[in-house]
């Protein structure tokens, strides 16, 4: 029989009347889709809000809900936008994550980062030795590589190092002290130093953490600048160091 035929006695319903609840229940439908309440409360999925850092998302049914916008804080910093057209496209920046902090530990020609500076007044250009204290509102060290790595579109908040020279006078002796770097990197860690080293009985103002940028005025590859320090009875050391 057909679906508009009476069952049980019951009259038809008109056309008007299933158009109607059909309506309703497509109302319906698309109410739970904003539903902010708990499955356990309304019945029905919960959509889950995405986080301030999170952009744009698709909630239920594939709705894109929008956060609101990340508050920046620059502290001194500068910000610094760079895009790419391809997830292989280089952004020319070699990162590394040291104390807890991400570093710019050294460009690399032809990337994103050099056509950047190029157009770029000085005082805000992405230079080696820069920390990244945030991308797209992401501050934690290693999301913020996580999202250098997969984003087409990056926002950084950059906080330029301030350096001081420290004279080191070595008399022959060792420093005593453990220096790491990168592979590809400009820049020295100071890892530990001896209680009973040069440093520590002279009283020079160094600490584990510290980052030596330059030695003797020179700049150059991690390995340059220790085999400098090597050779120097006195080397003066361009260093940072954390607030």
Known sequence: SSLLSSRQGRPRPSRATIWQAHCAQRRRRAATMFCCCSADQAGVPAIELPNES???ASGAGGVKIESLPVMVDLDGGFMATLTRDRGNDAWG??????????????????????????????????????CIASVNG??????????IA???AITMVIKRPKTRDVTVPKGGRPMGMVINHTADGNV?????????????SAGIDLKVGDRIFRVNGREGKAPELLDEIKTSDEPILLVSRDA
């Open 138 to 147: 992401v501050s934690e060290a290693s999301a913020i590589s996580r999202t």
């Open 54 to 56: 999170e952009g744009v």
């Open 93 to 130: 920046m070699i990162v590394d994550i040291h104390s807890g902090r991400t570093y710019i530990t050294a460009l690399m020609p032809g990337g994103k980062a050099e056509a950047y500076n190029a157009g770029t007044a000085e005082d805000r250009r992405i230079c080696a030795n820069d």
């Open 150 to 152: 997969k984003e087409l």
């Open 188 to 200: 020295l860690f100071i890892k530990s130093i001896a209680e009973d080293s040069i440093v520590k």
